[in-house]
């Protein structure tokens, strides 16, 4: 008789394969189920139109933990990451900024706006990183537990206070300052160029339904500053081959270890009895035990739809169901047969350095702030947000020679439409113009460029990546889901009330994004209890 299973993971994105990656390597016999027929969930790359590999959801990495490509060797596994070099905003009036990583070319670009601005820009990164820094020790350990009397717990909480005391006075008040205000009122302390706070301020709205001048967003500016691709702090990359690839070597490295990956296996719920789980139940039917169940989806998905609420204690299930996920953010995804030329900029030679990176049609504040305000009434932004990359400039291996793409993150896109969420695929195609519309309008001509369009409003991302409500987070980023209230208070350290169920998604300490951590740090509780 073969070995019974140690662990079913529910869910193959990349956080599940890690978790099941971690626990194959410890010798847990580990059986993931994915429900989609590739595996990555958000981190995937397809083939949509032939010989087009899109990075369909997530397009830039940043977070992803250095730990796990060292402890699973994943450049060993095809993993090779690479640096974005440029972060471009265009103008509608024909100007524009470029930041580079060269810190003079940054500093004559912004001058053109203004020089304090210029001159202050370098003394802000510094602050921003030092920052980081101290935030960045939070995602690589479980989330500190306030309310715990537990010895260790108190020793961990001190050395935060006391590293926290250590910043000295200055960081220490902005970092209240990062707690309390406004991304707009926060980089209006620092700077008087719109042009230059407009696409800053951006990094505080991603994936929140909240707009620039929200309380609150300022602290999401951090999570732009944690990152680091080979060591270089803050910076940015695509993964050669999309985004994909990062699962795709995660499950090399997990199959390596020995565990059994399967995809098309939808599960339908979870085996629970007397507050335990024993297993999974498919969609067809097929029931698999296991001795330990680990779900890698979001909690709402996780509780309300595999675990069901007769299973649940009330007032869990009323914390659960006060997680807020509302999506505010679409997705479109465009072939073209040439290089975008935008009117401020054009490109020299056929090639352009300042698209060797993200664009942002950020043009302002009040730009932002408009965009936000159609969402809050139920509607998508006329003129939203748009961050856009061309990875096949750094990465020709994602299209044919001399063809792009070009993938446009727009904000915002309310998985609430004013007339209901299941209207969305009637207004999808609309949608889609406004952000082409929205390009055109800096780069003449683009339109006609495009070789092939999907669109994903909220409600696709939620029908076809499982992500509820279309939240690209498994849950927003805002403050009151962080930390030990991720996803709710008592339940932040990948346990769940239901016995040998855990949790090891985005939706779990420390939050979403392409970094792996929900995975190893779920793996690593796991392995010690
Ligand atoms: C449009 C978009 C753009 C983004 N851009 C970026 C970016 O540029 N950079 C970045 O860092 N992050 C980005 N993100 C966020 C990031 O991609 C996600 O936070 C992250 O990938 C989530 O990983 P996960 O493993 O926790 O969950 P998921 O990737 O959601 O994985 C969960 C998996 O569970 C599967 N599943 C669902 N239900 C079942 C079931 N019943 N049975 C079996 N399997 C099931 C799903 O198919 C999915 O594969 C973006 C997300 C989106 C949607």
Redo the contacts with the bound molecule.
């Keep these: 008789m073969s070995k019974p299973l140690d662990a079913i993971i529910?869910?193959?994105?990349?956080?599940?394969l890690v978790c099941a990656a971690y626990l194959a390597r410890a010798g847990y016999k580990v059986l993931v189920?994915?429900?989609?027929h590739v595996?990555?969930?958000?981190?995937v790359t397809e083939e949509l139109h032939p010989g087009f590999k899109f990075s369909v959801?997530?397009?830039?990495?940043?977070?992803f933990r250095p730990q796990i490509i060292r402890d699973l060797g994943l450049a060993r596994h095809g993993l090779e990451l690479i640096p974005l070099e440029s972060s471009f905003t265009p103008l509608p009036d024909g100007r524009s900024l470029c930041r580079w990583p060269d810190s003079h070319r940054t500093r004559r670009e912004i001058a053109q706006f203004s020089t304090n601005d210029a001159d202050i820009y370098p003394e802000f990164g510094v602050a921003m990183v030092k920052m980081a820094q101290f935030a960045r020790r939070l995602i690589d350990a479980p989330a500190p537990d306030p309310a715990s009397l537990n010895p260790k717990e108190i020793i961990r909480l001190l050395r935060l206070g006391r590293r926290f005391r250590d910043l000295g006075p200055d960081l220490m008040h902005l970092n209240m300052q990062l707690l309390t205000m406004s991304a707009a009122d926060f980089l209006d302390l620092w700077f008087e160029s719109d042009v230059l706070k407009a696409p800053l301020a951006v990094s505080g709205i991603i994936?929140t339904f909240l707009g620039v001048r929200s309380p609150g967003t300022a602290y999401v500016l951090l999570h732009h500053y944690m990152g680091e691709i080979d060591g270089a702090f803050r910076s940015w990359g695509f993964v050669k081959g999309g985004?994909g690839q990062i699962s795709n070597a995660v499950a090399s490295a997990a199959r390596s270890f020995g565990a059994e990956i399967r995809t098309e296996?939808?599960?339908?719920r979870l085996l629970v009895r007397n507050g335990e789980v024993e297993g999974v139940v498919l969609d067809n039917g097929d029931e698999i035990r296991s001795r330990l169940v680990v779900s890698?989806?979001?909690p709402h998905?996780t509780f309300l739809?595999?675990v069901g609420e007769e299973h649940l204690d009330p007032d869990f299930t009323t914390q659960i169901k006060r997680f807020k996920l509302r999506g505010s953010?679409?997705?479109v995804n465009l072939a073209v047969d040439r290089l975008p030329e935008f009117s401020c900029r054009p490109n020299t030679n056929g090639t352009a350095d300042h698209l060797r990176g993200d664009v942002a049609i950020a043009p302002s504040l009040e730009y932002l702030e408009k965009a936000y305000d159609e969402a809050k009434y139920g509607d998508f932004s006329r003129r939203p947000y748009l961050n856009i990359v061309i990875p096949s400039v750094m990465d020709p291996s994602v299209a044919p020679p001399g063809k792009h793409i070009v993938s446009c993150?727009v904000q915002y896109a309310p998985y609430h439409l004013e007339e209901g969420p299941q209207h969305w695929p009637q207004r999808r195609e609309a949608f889609g113009d406004t952000v082409v519309d929205t390009l055109t309008e800096y780069c003449p001509g683009f339109k006609e460029t495009i070789l092939y369009r999907q669109v994903?409003t909220p409600w696709d991302?939620e029908q076809e990546?499982?992500?509820t409500e279309g939240n690209?987070?498994?849950g927003e980023l805002s403050q009151e889901q962080l930390l030990f209230q991720r996803p709710v208070s008592g339940w932040a350290r990948y346990r769940t009330p239901i016995r040998r169920l855990w949790m090891c998604?985005?939706?779990t300490h420390p939050g979403?994004?392409?970094?792996g951590a929900?995975?190893l740090l779920a793996a690593q509780a796991i392995l010690g209890s």
Excluded at 10 to 16: A, D, L, P, R, S
Excluded at 33 to 36: D, F, K, P, V, Y
Excluded at 57 to 63: K, N, P, R
Aim: hydrophobic fraction near 40%; glycine fraction near 24%.
């Design positions: 529910v869910g193959g994105g990349h956080n599940g189920l994915e429900r989609r595996l990555g969930g958000a981190a959801c997530s397009y830039v990495v940043s977070l994936g985004t296996a939808p599960v339908e890698a989806l979001d998905r739809r595999l953010s679409g997705k993150f994903l991302l990546f499982g992500l690209i987070f498994h998604g985005s939706g979403g994004g392409v970094m929900p995975g």
